[in-house]
């Protein structure tokens, strides 16, 4: 794409059944300075836009990176297998999910796209439907070839990564290696400057244990594997402050000039970033050669097609994909 040109954004439907297709009716209602691309069964769209009273005009799309139109839709069809009723799963479509998921990725590698904006999948469907699926972020670190994705929520001021991700929290603390932690603080460190244009990032590490392990006497992860990692990274010029504990690192205070926060595992820093920003959080996967934003949230079936749905989260979560591909586009 031109660096002059309006940005062209892949917006996946995710599950057809959930509200994927309600959020991005609802913001193709609003003016964008970028071009937006709906990857999903267009047929789903127009039946979900009737049912929710939308002004709907699907243009098949043509490449060009104009600003989009309220009202209308670019589509790149991927039809499902069968007709979507609003609110109820079925695992013929489960196929068409990952079809869409990796048209949009495939795009993104091709530069058709400049950055793909996922709506909410169910995971259980896909799974059931008999096809191995554990998520987005592995998804598309397998289909780009990105050896390690890093998972990082953005609400408001906060932005939390994390070290490890959708793992039994008897098996964080083995997960925990210094040649993993200190791939996962580079990319980091490379994404903030890259893809968010903070020149100098500031980033706060959570300990793994109470107290960041309490001078060993409360695990010595900190002593053996943290403290070591920061201090060579920190040599590389990397700004790491830590490991510090995580019950007073998320206050005021503490935060005020950082960047960024590495949490070691999931439930340790997305409770407090959900708290603060829930229904217009951002989840972001950094470590892909590409620009990947997403909701904070699942596919809500029982609000499907109810007209009920909030779209703040697909509102924050593209506002995120056009700032990163300025900001790239500025490197």
Not at 38 to 46: I, P
Not at 53 to 77: C, K, Q, V
Not at 255 to 276: C, F, I, T
Not at 278 to 283: D, E, K, L, Q, S
Request: include cysteine.
């Amino acid at each position: 794409m031109g660096q002059s040109a309006a940005p062209r954004i892949a917006l996946t439907l995710g599950e057809p059944a959930g509200i994927g297709p309600d959020l991005c009716l609802a913001i193709a209602q609003q003016p964008w300075e970028a071009s937006l691309v709906a990857v999903g069964c267009g047929e789903t769209l127009r039946a979900r836009a009737v049912e929710l009273d939308m002004p709907l005009e699907l243009i098949s799309d043509d490449g060009n990176a104009e600003p989009h139109r309220p009202g209308t839709l670019r589509l790149a069809d991927c039809p499902t297998a069968v007709a979507v009723a609003a609110g109820h799963l079925d695992q013929r479509n489960a196929q068409a999910v990952l079809d869409m998921l990796r048209q949009a990725g495939q795009g993104c590698l091709d530069g058709v796209y400049d950055a793909v904006v996922t709506g909410p999948v169910q995971k259980s469907v896909i799974n059931d439907a008999g096809i191995h699926f554990t998520g987005h972020t592995e998804f598309f670190a397998e289909l780009t070839g990105a050896p390690r994705p890093v998972m990082l929520l953005a609400a408001d001021n906060l932005r939390v990564a994390l070290a490890t991700t959708h793992l039994p929290l008897r098996e964080v603390a083995d997960a925990i290696n210094e040649p993993g932690l200190s791939e996962v603080l580079r990319i980091l460190h490379r994404d903030l400057r890259a893809r968010m244009g903070l020149e100098t990032p500031r980033i706060l590490v959570c300990g793994l244990n109470p107290h960041a392990g309490e001078g060993g006497h409360l695990g010595r992860e900190e002593l053996d594997i943290i403290i070591p990692c920061l201090e060579r990274l920190r040599a590389e010029g990397l700004d790491l402050v830590g490991p510090l504990p995580a019950d007073t690192l998320f206050t005021p205070r503490v935060l005020e000039g950082a960047d960024a926060v590495l949490a070691m595992y999931h439930d340790q820093g997305l409770p407090v970033l959900k708290h603060v920003g829930f229904g217009h959080a951002v989840n972001i996967t950094l470590g892909l050669p590409i620009i990947r934003t997403s909701v904070d949230h699942g596919t809500a079936l029982d609000l499907a097609g109810t007209g009920r749905a909030d779209a703040g989260s697909l509102v924050a979560a593209l506002h995120s994909a056009i700032a990163m591909v300025h900001a790239s586009r500025s490197q």
